[in-house]
C-alpha cells in the first residue's frame, strides 16, 4: 500500500479519520492525500446571485480546512480541494490517482448528514472501486 486518500470535512470522526490514516501512513511508509469536497449548492432561480459567492467562500474554507488538517498529520500529504457530489468526487479522484485505499470518518458534520447518518459515507462505500476503511 503505496497511497491513501482520506476524507477531510472537519467533523470529529473525519479528524478521527484522518489521524487512523496518519497511522496507516508512518506504518506502511505511504502517500497521504487529504480531500475537502465542496457539495453543490442549490439556489432558487429567483436569487439574483447565483450560488457563486458562495461557492467561492465555501472553497476557501476547504482550503483552510485542509491546511489546519495537514499541519495536524506531522507528516507531508498532498491536498485536494474539489466541488461536486462528495461520495462520487472521493470515488472518482481514487481511481483517478490510483489511491490503494479511501479512509473516510463514519458520520459527517452538516444537517443533512446527521439526519442521514453517514449518508456520504454509506454512498462511497457502494460506488468507490477502491477499498474503503470506514473509521468509527
Known amino acids: 500500500m503505496k497511497k491513501i486518500l482520506v476524507a477531510i470535512d472537519g467533523s470529529e470522526a473525519s479528524m478521527?479519520?484522518?489521524?487512523?490514516?496518519?497511522?496507516?501512513?508512518k506504518g506502511l511508509?505511504?502517500?497521504l492525500t487529504l480531500a475537502h469536497v465542496v457539495p453543490p449548492t442549490f439556489v432558487p432561480p429567483e436569487v439574483?446571485?447565483?450560488?457563486?459567492?458562495?461557492?467561492e467562500e465555501a472553497?476557501?474554507?476547504?482550503e483552510k480546512l485542509l491546511e489546519a488538517a495537514a499541519q495536524e498529520t506531522g507528516?507531508?500529504?498532498?491536498?485536494?480541494n474539489l466541488t461536486g457530489s462528495p461520495a462520487e468526487k472521493l470515488a472518482d479522484a481514487a481511481e483517478s490517482g490510483?489511491?490503494?485505499?479511501?479512509?473516510?470518518g463514519s458520520k459527517g458534520r452538516g444537517a443533512v448528514s446527521r439526519m442521514l447518518i453517514?449518508?456520504?459515507?454509506?454512498?462511497l462505500v457502494h460506488i468507490s472501486?477502491?477499498?474503503v476503511l470506514v473509521v468509527r
Do not use: E
Open 75 to 80: 507528516m507531508p500529504c498532498q491536498r485536494l
Open 59 to 62: 472553497v476557501k474554507a476547504g
Open 129 to 131: 472501486k477502491r477499498p
Open 118 to 123: 453517514g449518508s456520504v459515507t454509506d454512498r
Open 29 to 31: 511508509n505511504a502517500q
Open 48 to 55: 439574483p446571485f447565483g450560488v457563486q459567492p458562495w461557492t
Open 98 to 104: 490510483d489511491f490503494d485505499l479511501v479512509v473516510i
Open 16 to 25: 478521527h479519520a484522518a489521524k487512523t490514516a496518519v497511522a496507516l501512513a
